[in-house]
Nanobody, 126 residues
């Protein structure tokens, strides 16, 4: 069992930056590939990106590519989502997730992820 807790959300103006954290506990963090998802009001959850177990490989959806960066620090059992050049359409609850399967550099619907955090709200004002 892995417990995931997101933090770092908040209110930011368009063009600003935020860094989200996902702290893991319970099992060896480096055994899990990790992902970030988000869900805007009235919309379905969508994939943001993922990172492999070592942190050496990442994947991003086109909507955030070049603006968002996923990283992890296995010594601190934490994954990060650095978000720059934020837009109002980035407003959503952001979730981190962990999976025991291998990292795959493609879009994910989330079904292969085994553990989820509770989410943190990001609001971008125009």
């Amino acid at each position: 069992q892995v417990q995931l807790v997101e933090s770092g959300g908040g209110l930011v103006q368009a063009g600003g930056s935020l860094r989200l954290s996902c702290a893991a506990s319970g099992r060896t963090f480096s055994n899990y590939a990790m992902g970030w998802f988000r869900q805007a009001p009235g919309k379905e959850r969508e994939f943001v990106g993922a990172i492999n177990r070592s942190g050496g490989s990442t994947y991003y959806v086109n909507l955030v590519k070049g603006r968002f960066t996923i990283s992890r620090d296995n010594a601190k059992n934490t994954m990060y989502l650095q978000m720059n050049s934020l837009k109002p359409e980035d407003t959503a609850v952001y979730f981190c997730a962990a999976k025991t399967g291998w990292f795959t550099p493609r879009y994910s619907g989330g079904t292969e992820y085994d553990y989820w955090g509770q989410g943190t709200q990001v609001t971008v004002s125009s």
